[in-house]
């Protein structure tokens, strides 16, 4: 099973445009959680993880929590604002503090995804924008485990040409779906 992780608050925009390409005609159960419209509360660091596995918000970060125990692979995809993910996909993310303190504080092996998949579309273009967003990716590989086996598609000037017009991007997309198929 596939695990789409989706910052983006646009159902039309050009993150869902690339996540659709990369994911078509794949043959496997896709699941997508939207930020914006699954609406999971942000970490409140009340230290329930630093004991137990779970979060004390009871909401539908716990559902999250399930997804991940049955996925193999993960798709992070987001548009960058001011050179980070979507602020609801950070909050998303910041649940993952239960993974980071099963890892490094309760000392226990986490759910592991065999491939992982950073997608990122920017409306402007300079050199190091996507360098926060790399590093989140990076954190997000040590507590699932794909440090090995992570690609990042990162396209810039999204304002200027849809990526899903440029011959270049469609290639690349093209290599993340055979990459999520092998």
């Known amino acids: 099973m596939i695990l789409i992780l989706n910052g983006s608050p646009n159902k039309y925009g050009n993150t869902k445009k690339v996540m659709n390409e990369v994911i078509k005609d794949i043959d496997e159960e896709v699941i997508e959680i939207n930020a914006y419209e699954d609406k999971i509360a942000p970490c409140i660091d009340c230290k329930f993880c630093s004991h137990k596995s779970g979060c004390s918000i009871k909401d ?18 987001s548009p960058l604002y001011f050179a980070t993910l979507s602020g609801e996909l950070v909050k998303l993310l910041s649940r993952f503090q239960t993974y980071y303190a099963g890892k490094y504080v309760r000392k226990i092996v986490n759910p592991s995804f065999k491939k992982a998949v950073l997608i990122v579309t920017a409306g402007g ?12 990716f990076k954190v997000l590989s040590y507590i699932f485990y794909f440090e090995d086996n992570k690609k990042e598609l990162l396209i810039p000037n999204c304002d200027e040409r ?17 990459f999520l198929i092998d």
């Open 60 to 77: 539908r970060g716990l559902d999250l929590y399930e997804l991940i125990e049955k996925a193999d692979k993960l798709i992070v995809a």
């Open 125 to 136: 273009n300079w050199p190091t924008m996507f360098v926060g967003v790399q590093e989140t």
């Open 162 to 178: 849809s990526p899903i017009q440029d011959e270049s991007v469609l290639e690349e997309m093209k290599q993340l779906r055979a």
